[in-house]
């Protein structure tokens, strides 16, 4: 048995057997020290924690662990608390979690995060306080901040008051390297705002309220806004294809096929973490990212089975509640993830698990529900057939996961899901097969949402594929665009037939059953574009080389009303029809007075422009633009008037009119006297300068002595004079001409 060190002789030490400094013990120091860039990454600093003393020190323990697990795995012996000389602690404490990353969740989701009613949280990496409070960056004495003088900012929403007083909108125009805003003047030259050269690199794009304009480049994003068009907020997310904004412009999201890479050096925005990822949400008002997440691998094929065709690339990938408290994920075929913002953790810590699901969509407005006193965020999802469960349709309440309505369906080929823009009803789009899968049809699901226990209603089968549905917008009408051909890429593309639902007229304010109003036939359209206020719709041929039709229709006719629709709630009739070659978009503006259309150079090249209309369909304006990319109305936000005030003006809307006639009467008579003016003015010009030169002449000719008028003397120097006496002749020449010649034989 070896001597312990406290038997050992001094004898046994022989001090010139071997030599400290000679000892290689690099692999024993390699094993062992602890790396301090390494080892402290997974230590956090927690302040703000209330102040106790020994005995009340394990509870608090305790019940800060609780907090701490939600986002790591941590131990009551990983807590050191210093306490200070008085036996009181110092308010903070140092946890060690198991990963770094847990430590910087731990930084995100738990930084400000309430601990009771008067403490909160705030939570650190131990290495950021060792670089950022290292000593000689941070001054020993207290030095008050210096507060700068207040600078009054531009008001980000000026665009709603028009100088010229007529209420005109804006809108934004890229063509070639140029973008430029103006103002909408009807038949006018558009007036321009702004123009700049190389704004963007791919696109622009507004804010939903119209607040911002959004700019695309290799280095990210920027938002500009105000009267001069100062740069407002950027987002530094390297080569950014997409970009996406929550409802009420307090989050954006962006996307990048290509993922992040951190370099050694650091971003000025992003971290380590966000490395590998391919989307992030970032907080408009800070400029600083939420959270970034990386793209979903596909899921792959069963043993035996074919690999499938990749799916159409989901965009948004991410979809909003409409009070923006909530961003919800789909993973397809397992689980909806839904995030609480602004913290961006998983709502209940977990995603929603639905076996198979397929799609997903939220509510567009906070749907008020009949008998339910607390109105939650509702979003609605369907999943397919597997083995003998059928496919269903569900509506699920958010934040409590109550699924509020669920509706079975056979047959089930594949499914669409249509909000109604104040989310009072849901249409199904369901296509189902035959048993033998031969053939198929459509049936439209209708769910009234805002009625007690969400009834259901079912359309009649439409026994054609239909390609298009489009909800009234804050109206309860629709139309559909079907075909009898299957939707195929071809040369010619089929004829489509248009078809247009109402509900039957019910008793006080109920909504009666939806009932078949018209179907038009032999059509080529396959657009439907309705006014944002409801009324009129755009039914379009886009994109179609063969044809392109604008057809305006008015649902609320004023005319006589035929005998078949004296029961229902519509009148429709066609107003106008135009023509616009090679028609690619087609957008009304926020008002619903006026619809531009417009063929993009990003789809082909032939003919690019825009042509404006009104609601009626009569053409304003056309202008071709050589490499004309995109145009875009300005957004609006949602009206200050209440609604007592709003039907005031309704009721009064014929004075109303008569002072905005009047005002378009002298603005035409004044710009028609303002160019016979400007005429006029130009004329008198020219009268001056003509009377000046010749002045100018003749002074020049009397100098040099030539005649005052050259071209009297070359007349008499080259005409011969007169006899005087020689008498005048008179010569005639008789003509005859024979106008009309008939024989008559007399027996």
Known sequence: ?????????????????????????????????????????????????????????????????????????????????????????????????????????????????????????????????????????????????????FQEKEHLRSFMADPSGRGRDQFIMFRGESVGVFWNNEKEIPENIVDRQHWTETFVQWSPLGTYLTSV?????????????????????????????????????????????????????????????????????????????????????????????????????????????????????????????????????????????????????????????????LFCFWTPEIGSNPAKVSLMSIPSKQVVRSLNLFSVSDAKLHWQSEGAYLCVKVDRHSKSKKSQATTLEIFRVKEKGVPVEVVDTIKDTVINFAWEPKGDRFVIITTTEPVAATAVPPKTSVAFFCPEKAKSNAVGNFKHLR?????????????????????????????????????????????????????????????????????????????????????????????????????????????????QWRPRPATLLSKEEQKAIRRNLREYSRIFEQEDAERTSSADVAVVEARRRILEEWFAWREAITQEVAEEREIYGLPADPAAELIKAKTPELATDQEEQVIEEIMEEVLEETEEIVQ
């Open 519 to 631: 179907t038009l036939e032999k059509k080529n359209s396959n657009a439907i574009y309705w006014s944002p206020k409801g009324r009129f719709v755009v039914v379009a041929t886009v994109a179609n080389t063969q044809s392109s039709d604008l057809d305006f229709y008015d649902l609320d006719f004023e005319g006589e009303k035929p005998e078949s629709d004296k029961d229902l709630t519509a009148n429709l009739q066609l107003m106008n029809t135009a023509d616009h070659y090679g028609v690619t978009d087609v957008e009304w503006d926020p008002s619903g007075r006026f619809v531009a259309t417009w063929a993009s150079a990003w789809k082909h090249s032939m003919e690019n422009g825009y042509h404006l209309y009104d609601f009626k369909g009569e053409q304003l304006r056309e202008e071709a633009i050589e490499k004309f990319k995109q145009f």
């Open 217 to 377: 480049h290799a280095q990210g994003v920027q938002l500009w806004g105000g009267p001069s068009w100062t740069r407002q907020r950027r987002f530094a997310h390297p080569f950014v294809n997409l970009v996406a904004f929550s409802p009420n412009e307090k989050y954006i999201v962006t996307w990048s096929n290509r993922p992040i890479s951190i370099p050694e050096e650091g971003h000025p925005a992003l971290s380590v973490e966000d490395d590998g990822k391919n989307y992030v949400i970032w907080d408009i008002e800070t400029s600083k990212p939420l959270r970034s997440f990386a793209q979903l691998d596909t899921p792959a094929a069963a043993e035996g089975e074919a690999p499938k065709k990749a799916d159409k690339f989901p965009w948004p990938a991410f979809k909003w509640s409409a009070d923006d408290k909530y961003v919800a994920r789909l993973n397809p075929g397992q689980s909806i993830s839904v995030y609480e913002l602004p913290r961006m953790n998983l709502l209940d810590k977990t995603a929603i698990k639905i076996e198979g699901v397929v799609d997903f969509d939220w509510a567009p407005a906070t749907v008020q529900r009949d008998s339910v006193k607390t109105y939650e965020q």
């Open 1 to 149: 048995m070896a001597p312990s060190f406290d038997h050992l002789r001094d004898e046994d030490l022989d001090e010139d057997d071997f030599d400290v400094d000679e000892v290689d013990i690099s692999d024993i120091r390699e094993k062992y020290e602890v790396q301090l860039e390494q080892g402290y990454d997974a230590f956090v600093v927690v302040d703000g924690l209330p102040e106790v003393n020994e005995e009340q020190k394990p509870k608090l323990v305790k019940f800060l662990l609780k907090k701490l697990n939600t986002v790591g795995k941590t131990r009551e012996d990983l807590i050191f608390m210093p306490m200070g000389e008085d036996g009181k602690s110092l308010r903070f404490a140092f946890v060690e979690y198991s990963s770094p990353a847990e430590a910087a969740a731990a930084c995100r989701q738990l930084d400000l995060v309430p601990l009771d009613k008067k403490h909160t949280l705030r939570v650190n990496k131990l290495t950021d306080v060792d670089r950022y409070g290292r000593e000689g960056r941070i001054d020993d004495e207290y030095t008050p901040p210096q507060i700068e003088e």
